[in-house]
């Protein structure tokens, strides 16, 4: 998985980071703007770049909390795929 792809795309859905600012792995994605609507777009945004399908059962608040934990709820669906 390329993670400037990944960053980049993030990146698109988070209001409250500056575009000069440096996106943590554990920063809070909620903290940063992201709600459950943004969240869904960014689910489809994910699928679209990466061609990664997300199971149902990820869509949680816990898979969206931070940058590290949705790239690794996409590399458990990449390889499962």
Do not use: C, W, Y
């Amino acid at each position: 998985m390329d993670d400037a792809v990944l960053e980049k795309v993030i990146r698109r859905h988070l209001k409250n980071l500056p575009e000069d600012q440096e996106l943590a792995p554990e920063a809070s994605l909620k903290e940063l703007g992201l709600d459950s609507m943004k969240a869904v777009e960014l689910l489809f945004d994910l699928e679209d770049e990466l061609g990664i399908a997300l199971p149902d059962n990820a869509m949680t608040r816990e898979t969206f909390a931070t940058p590290a934990s949705l790239k690794q709820v996409l590399l458990d669906a990449a390889a499962v795929s």
